[in-house]
Structures are given as C-alpha cells and as structure tokens.
C-alpha cells in the first residue's frame, strides 16, 4: 500500500490518494455469468497525531474479471479522499461481502501540505511504472501509477508532479541531470490557480 497527496481541483484543498494491491490468495470470487466478480468494502479512517479522526471514506466497490485471478497476480486500485493540511496516520480495513473479517493495513507519519495554491508549493512526488495496470487521469493527464511498488530491472520510471502559486505563468522545464538520452519530460502551463503539471520518464540503471 501507498499514497500520494495532491491538489483538489479547483483549488479547494488537499486530496489524499491511497493505492492498494490484494493477493489473489486472499480473494475469493463470485462467479457470475461469464465473469468473476469481487465486491468489496473499504473502510479508510485519517487520524491526526491526537487520534482524532479527521477524515473517513465508506465505499464499496465490485470488481470484474473475465477469469479468477490466480498465483502471483493482484487486484490493484485506488481511494481519495479531501483532507486539511497536516501529518496524519490512516487505517484501511478490506472485507469481502458476507465476510465477518477483514484486512486491516495501517500507515503512520504521512505529511500533506498546503496545496490549494495560496502560495507556492509542490504536490508529493508519483512514482509510476507503465503497464502496471492502474492509471490516474487528472484532468487530461493519464497518470501511471505502480501499486506494488516494484519496478523491473532496466525498466523506467514515469514521474509525475503539480507545482501550486496563485500567479502562475506558462512554464517549460527541462529533464533533470538523472534523465538520459530519449527521456522525455513536458510540463504544462496554467492560468491564475491552477496546478502546473509535469511528467518525465527516467530508465533505471540495470547495474548495482
């Protein structure tokens, strides 16, 4: 499990994402016609560092599969949800319907800044790894994200940042020294308020 903290759009807050992988050894499926389907329920409670709740998210959602998923694969997908400013601990509890338990995965020390562009700031750093599966679409961006958090040797790396300020004018950045020959890197531009977007691609080395 990971996270992520970004702007609201609109400029309205902060938005903790939260990326979840399930082994398909703790699944069970319902099959259904042609299909195997997977509902579950999602419980995601933010608590500040007093243990008081500050922020909860009560979902449930099916997921669907042409075959059961077996041996070394995942589900994978992704929660959101508003927070304020401030360094925060979550639970996530995962059941499966008509189960009397569930999985619980907690999180400590997980900092969210200010994003809603009253003054310069930077969203946290998105590590993603195309073909991982799951992607993020903010706007007209799709975002690669890597729920599992592994990257293969020699692969790349897809990187993804806003940068936040109340006066923004059009912008270009440049790869920075770690990207090589190929990379590409792009950055958007934005009126008063709105993120600047950037993205690169960096290949990891296959040494040691």
């Known amino acids: 499990m990971s ?7 609109g400029g ?3 938005m903790l994402h939260v990326l979840f992988a399930i082994p ?3 699944l069970t499926p319902v099959r259904d016609a042609d299909r195997a389907i997977y509902p579950l329920s999602f419980r995601l409670f933010v608590s500040d560092t007093t243990e008081s709740l500050v922020a909860r998210l009560d979902t449930t959602r099916v997921f669907a599969a042409r ?3 077996r041996g070394g694969m995942y589900l994978t997908g992704r929660l959101a949800l508003a927070v ?3 360094t925060y601990r979550y639970r996530l509890l995962v059941e499966e319907r008509g189960s009397d ?3 619980l995965v907690t999180r400590d020390s997980v900092v969210v800044g200010a994003l809603d562009g009253a003054r310069f700031a930077a969203s946290d750093l998105v590590l993603g790894r195309e073909g991982s599966g799951l992607v993020w679409t903010p706007g007209p961006d799709t975002v690669p994200l890597n729920p599992l958090g ?3 040797e020699g692969g790349s790396v897809e990187l993804y940042y806003e940068i936040y300020a109340r006066r923004a004018r059009p912008t270009t950045r440049s790869c920075g020294s770690g990207a090589t020959a190929g990379d590409r890197c792009s950055a958007g531009c934005s009126a008063a308020g709105r993120p600047l977007c950037g993205s690169s691609s960096t290949r990891r080395p296959t040494g040691r």
Do not use: I, K, Y
């Not at 996270?3 to 759009?9: D, H, K, L, N």
């Open 84 to 86: 304020p400013p401030g």
């Open 24 to 26: 398909a050894q703790r």
């Open 12 to 14: 309205t807050g902060q």
């Open 67 to 69: 075959e059961p998923l």
């Open 101 to 103: 338990a569930g999985d």
């Open 3 to 9: 996270e992520f903290a970004v702007g609201a759009r």
């Open 150 to 152: 592994r990257f293969p």
